[in-house]
């Protein structure tokens, strides 16, 4: 096993994540199996429970994992499954240790930070790293990105633990990528003093780095590479140029060209094979058409929908479209500007704001037939719309959001959860799908797997009306409804799972495809 380990410095928020899913995908072009760990030093036991406007999406992994947006990075990039396994955070680890104190397994030694806390960080990884994933093996190579950056202090544990492992690892089964901010100044000159004091702030915590990646919004010059060389005590080809790009898939390419897939070759003495050009040629394919898709939300921050505009992107790529996204306020929704929209969809959330909003956004896309995707809430609004204006239950809402007639209410399992961390129906539930449908038409098969994470469902005693009123229930688990459609209708279709978290460049998801190819002809038909 192989670990390239990737630390950042000066500033938080600089493409850490994105940079080591690069780096992974760059030793996957080259034929080499590769996997990813991601450590966020927050005490959190995982991200389930965080403000996403604060902390961005919650990703959900296949075993109900959930995760830290980067691990979605991971997914797309390297187009692998991860588990929960390989997002560790400060609250697992000292669970996990105290966990083993409270049974008796350190036999009365005293336990602290070191060693306890970094051998359990260092079992947490290699458990991790090893699990055999490919074929009943494990991956060649490890990419663990550390959280936060160097100087941090929730950070400590974690570089320490990184530089307990460099120890006991052979010099050629390990790598440090430091990543770290190159601002400009007034004049346009890239300044190398952040790169130095955070190179130097890792010496002293004993990790010495590798291969420097510099983030700045213009290409570094020979000049600033061979100063940056020679202040760092790294060769020159080991300085790396991170230009701020347009589209986040262009990083690999971009990486491939300032040699970064050759030095890690050389540094981890692997056969620097001719890289598979497939992926390069997926994410550079031209656009043709271009459409725009409202998309009405409660957050402010697109960070929050990661997945979302990744796979409206896959789809467009797929289908030569480039897809603009416009961000609507669903409490501020205006009928004008959804019909400015070739497609408007609506993503999932919790709670009560907004949701007012939403509705009147499906029921302008049901009655004008304007293409719509609901997704999670998305689907359980599109059910109580449905229920209000088609059915004439005026008061129809969800249990979680009003007190009229609940259409939509708590899952039998869910009554009665007192903690909320991870009790949600989470991560992966096989679906089967109607014949004739138009679900059956976009996965083409009749089970599927996809993603869920939600704690509501459709009352199963209003289903029978809703499909004799022309709703249809497309795809079902059991007694619990999946996905709703409208027959008459360009595309009105709606899943309670999150088909965004299953999408990848290479492989866009289905509902996607549909709605992308959808707003297409809805765009045509006003030209």
């Known amino acids: 096993m192989k670990y390239i380990f990737v630390t950042g410095g000066v500033m938080s928020g600089l493409g850490k994540g994105i940079t080591a899913a690069s780096i992974g995908r760059l030793l996957k072009n080259r034929g080499y199996q590769v996997t990813a760990v991601k450590i966020d030093p927050y005490l959190n036991i995982d991200a389930g429970t965080m403000n996403p406007a604060q902390h961005g999406e919650v990703f ?88 936060g950056t160097v100087g941090d202090i929730e950070s400590m544990p974690f570089l320490e633990a990184v530089r307990q492992m460099r120890s006991e690892l052979v010099i050629s089964d390990r790598a440090l990528v430091h990543v770290t901010l190159m601002p400009s100044d007034s004049m346009g000159d890239l300044k190398t003093k952040p790169t130095q004091h955070s190179v130097k702030a890792l010496r002293e915590l004993g990790l010495f780095t590798d291969i420097i990646v510099g983030r700045s919004e213009r290409p570094l010059n020979t000049h600033t590479k061979k100063k940056l060389a020679s202040l760092c005590d790294i060769p020159q080809n080991g300085i790396i140029s991170a230009a701020t790009l347009s589209d986040i898939y262009q990083c690999p390419m971009e990486l ?62 797929a289908l030569s479209t480039e897809v603009s996204i416009r961000w609507m306020d669903a409490e501020r929704v205006d009928a004008a500007d959804l019909r400015e929209c070739d497609g408007i969809l609506i993503p999932g959330g919790f709670g009560i704001r907004g949701i007012e909003g939403k509705i009147s956004a499906i029921q302008l896309c049901r009655e004008e037939k304007i293409p719509l995707l609901g997704l999670c809430l998305g689907f359980q609004l599109s059910v109580v719309e449905f229920t209000r204006h088609v059915l004439g239950i005026a008061d129809a809402c969800s249990s979680e959001c ?118 297409m002809k809805n765009r045509g038909k006003g030209e």
């Open 60 to 147: 959900v992994l296949h075993d109900g994992g959930e995760v830290d947006l980067d691990l979605g990075n991971y997914e797309r990039f390297l187009d692998i499954e991860l588990n929960s396994s390989h997002n560790i955070t400060t609250g697992k680890v000292y669970r996990l240790v105290i966990n083993k104190e409270r049974k008796g397994d350190f036999l009365g030694q005293t336990v602290q930070i070191i060693p306890h806390i970094t051998d359990q960080i260092k079992e947490c990884i290699r458990s991790a790293a090893e699990e055999p994933v490919f074929n009943g093996k494990p991956a060649d190579i490890c990419i663990v990105e550390v959280g």
């Open 256 to 317: 491939e060209k300032e040699g970064l897939a050759t030095v890690l070759c050389q540094l981890l003495q692997l056969v620097n094979e001719v890289a598979d050009r497939e992926w390069y040629r997926v994410v550079t394919r031209e656009y043709t058409h271009r459409i725009t898709v409202g998309i009405v939300s409660k957050y402010g921050k697109e960070d929050v929908y990661l997945s979302i505009k990744e796979a409206l992107k896959h789809a467009g790529r």
């Open 402 to 519: 009003g007190d009229g007639t609940a259409v939509i209410t708590i899952l039998p399992e869910q009554e009665g959860v007192e903690n909320l961390g991870g009790t949600m129906r989470l991560g992966d539930w096989q679906v089967t799908i109607k014949p004739g449908t138009r679900a059956f038409e976009l996965y083409k098969k009749p089970e599927i797997t996809e993603r869920h994470r939600h704690r509501y469902e459709v009352d199963p005693s209003f289903i029978s009306q809703l499909e004799e009123a022309g709703l249809v229930f497309s795809g079902t688990n059991k007694n619990r409804m999946e996905i709703a459609e409208i027959v008459d209708h360009p595309f009105f279709f709606a899943t309670q799972f999150h088909p965004e978290f299953r999408s990848r460049p290479t492989r866009p998801s289905p509902p996607f495809l549909g709605f992308v190819e959808a707003c």
